[in-house]
């Protein structure tokens, strides 16, 4: 059964940092990306930032372009998000997924599994 487990959320001012977690296990697909989506109240999710299970190619939306960083660690099964000069916009319960379909990041509906999501609120 495929797991996805996330933490590190939380509150944090204008310009502070966090690092999301995300542990994976359980996988029974032949997945093509693992990463990080959000969604605010009132808007559609969107993705922030995904990897590629073949060549470690990464994405980013442009919203978080310099500011974030995804990366993984295959030995633990984990994939992590540095979030860095965190802007109130910011403001969403995050999700780490899973996809088949290199495309996912860009088309959160071509997501196979879903956690269960980490608020992080950027707030004075």
């Known amino acids: 059964q495929v797991q996805l487990v996330e933490s590190g959320g939380g509150l944090v001012q204008p310009g502070g940092s966090l690092r999301l977690s995300c542990s994976a296990s359980?996988?029974?697909?032949?997945?093509?990306?693992i990463g990080w989506f959000r969604q605010a109240p009132g808007k559609e999710r969107e993705g922030v930032s995904c990897i590629t299970n073949t060549d470690g190619s990464t994405y980013y939306a442009d919203s978080v372009k310099g500011r974030f960083a995804i990366s993984r660690d295959n030995a633990k099964n984990t994939v992590y998000l540095q979030m860095n000069v965190l802007k109130p916009e910011d403001t969403a319960t995050y999700f780490c997924?899973?996809?088949?379909?290199?495309?996912?990041?860009?088309?959160?509906?071509?997501?196979?599994?879903w956690g269960q999501g980490t608020q992080v609120t950027v707030s004075s």
């Open positions: 997924a899973v996809s088949s379909d290199p495309f996912a990041c860009i088309k959160p509906s071509l997501v196979n599994y």
């Open positions: 359980g996988f029974t697909l032949d997945w093509h990306v």
